[in-house]
């Protein structure tokens, strides 16, 4: 049955386990704004919005998701979340298995970070469509919604930005692997903590990635730490917090290795956002 947590009464609509892997919640806020404290999900979220706002908190990043746009939110990020007043808006989370298994028959992968959808419409259709199926125990609920589950992961793996040359990876040892570098690769991540995530020897989760990808697993993390560092001077930060907040503590370490992937020093790429930024 629909549920509403008692300590947010009149807050959720609806708020269920419409069948495994697939969990439904809708808002309809005629007070505010709510605060909800912050949490993370062994899902993939994908939230909408009708009217109003939602805010999102990232460590010290805010996201707005303004009415018309959506959100893809990774498995296991931590955030909090605020709801205007008059807020109409709805989450469905995904497995990250069913996500991944989609992702990997459309050879695209599930965004790493947070990702603002800024044309959200066919997000937003599924998602009423969801909400209808999660408050109507109807025959053929559990068919429906598995379906329109299924086309929603499409519809946010279509809409989310692909970084470029992602890879995807049929193996779900090493899909296991790539999420984990893609999720955590800010954090001091080992072989043994790869191995793991795989399920397999330190020896086999490298042989097996480096024959899927062509590349050892420490290879694919500076990659993905330095496109991350890249977009964060991009956008105006200052290229020791950018360095540090992807996980390097070696300054000189970090321009090396930036020069050697991208051919120029990363100071050329922060003076350039500095002079667009006040341009």
Do not use: K
């Amino acid at each position: 049955m629909p549920q509403s947590p008692s300590t947010l009464a009149g807050v959720a609509r609806v708020d269920v386990t419409v069948v495994d892997g697939l969990r439904v919640r809708s808002w309809h806020h005629r007070w505010g704004p709510t605060d909800f404290p912050a949490c993370s999900h062994a899902e993939v979220e994908a939230s909408w919005v009708i009217d109003g706002s939602v805010e999102y908190q990232f460590d010290t990043t805010r996201m707005r998701v303004a009415a018309g746009q959506g959100m893809v939110l990774p498995a296991r990020l931590r955030h909090a979340t605020r709801l205007s007043p008059g807020a109409r808006a709805g989450s469905a989370w995904l497995s990250d298995e069913w996500v991944t298994s989609v992702a990997a028959a459309m050879g695209r992968h599930i965004p790493a970070r947070p990702t603002l959808l800024l044309n959200a419409s066919v997000l937003i259709q599924l998602g009423v469509l969801l909400e209808g199926e999660a408050e109507e125990a109807s025959a053929g609920r559990a068919l429906s919604a598995r379906a329109l589950a299924t086309t929603l992961a499409v519809a946010l793996l279509r809409a989310a930005p692909q970084t470029t040359g992602g890879p995807v990876s049929a193996d779900p040892r090493i899909r296991a692997v790539l999420r984990l570098i893609e999720t955590r690769y800010a954090e001091a991540l080992t072989v043994d903590d790869l191995a793991r995530a795989a399920g397999v020897s330190r020896f086999h989760m490298s042989r097996l990635f480096r024959d899927e990808l062509g590349m050892s697993p420490y290879q694919y993390l500076l990659r993905i730490r330095l496109e991350r560092a890249r977009e964060l001077i991009a956008t105006g930060q200052r290229v020791t917090d950018a360095a540090l907040s992807v996980g390097f503590s070696d300054l000189g370490r970090f321009a090396r290795a930036f020069r050697t992937r991208y051919g120029h020093n990363p100071r050329e790429i922060a003076t350039q956002a500095h002079g667009s930024l006040f341009a």
